[in-house]
């Protein structure tokens, strides 16, 4: 049978622990901070691309009234006879937009593993000033 550790080892631990956190935390420098609030910003900009990449060509018409019916029915006409000339407008730029959007994607992956390295390089740069 095991017994729990005592209050002191547990206190010991956690003012440890506090420690440990502290110089982590000044360890961080602003270049760290402006690295990470850029990154979180490309993240949000790839998440509305996402959103808005896929563009289509048939936006729903409805009309509320008899004359905004009547509208509606003339543009699904008009939409059908030129259907053969704006699909491949629309194709080609969703084709486009999803290269730009996988191309974004990548480097943006590309970007994060190089702050990582940055930051892996800079940390054995100070454990070799301070030897």
Not at 116 to 122: S, V, Y
Request: no cysteine.
């Amino acid at each position: 049978m095991t017994h729990p550790p005592s209050n002191t080892d547990v206190a010991a631990i956690l003012e440890a622990l506090r420690t440990e956190v502290r110089s982590q935390r000044l360890a961080l420098t602003d270049a760290d901070a402006t690295a990470r609030g850029h990154s979180h910003e490309l993240q949000r900009a790839a998440e509305e691309l996402e959103y808005t990449r896929v563009v289509s060509a048939h936006w729903p018409l409805e009309g509320k009234n008899l004359y905004a019916q009547g509208w509606a029915l003339l543009n699904k006409v008009v939409r059908r006879y030129l259907r053969w000339y704006i699909n491949p407008i629309v194709e080609q730029q969703n084709a486009y937009n999803e290269a730009s959007a996988r191309t974004i994607r990548l480097l943006i992956e590309q970007n994060s593993m190089l702050q990582h390295q940055l930051a892996e390089l800079q940390r054995e740069l100070e454990a070799l000033r301070t030897r």
